[in-house]
């Protein structure tokens, strides 16, 4: 009986590929991140609620609440796409 060494060894270094390629992906595929536009960093947004008010004849009023970042999901990081966010949006920040 012979032993399949040639087949270990090819095993091995098909394994050793695999894994190589798979450093390379986890290498080129690191995202870079820059702080959310929309929250400043701070993972917390407010949000404009509206509120009905069924005592006023035209009801509800808008209430202001604090939630999670809704464009970083409240990490206060974004994926950096390389887009200028200086008018990300109108009227935001000071
Ligand atoms: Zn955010």
């Known amino acids: 009986m012979q032993l399949p060494l040639q087949e270990t060894s090819k095993d ?4 050793l590929k695999k894994a190589k390629k ?3 992906d ?4 690191i995202p870079e991140y820059k702080d959310c536009p929309e929250c400043e960093g701070e993972g917390l947004a407010e949000y404009e609620v509206g509120v009905p008010d069924f ?7 808008i209430e202001t609440r604090v ?3 809704e464009n970083c999901l409240g990490s206060g990081r974004v994926e ?3 887009m200028n966010d200086d008018n990300w949006r109108d009227g935001h920040g000071s």
Not at 12 to 15: D, H, T
């Open 12 to 15: 091995f270094e098909a394994q």
């Open 22 to 24: 798979a450093a390379q």
């Open 26 to 29: 986890i290498f080129l595929h």
């Open 55 to 61: 005592s006023a004849y035209f009801g509800g009023e």
């Open 67 to 69: 939630g999670e970042c």
């Open 80 to 82: 950096d796409d390389g």
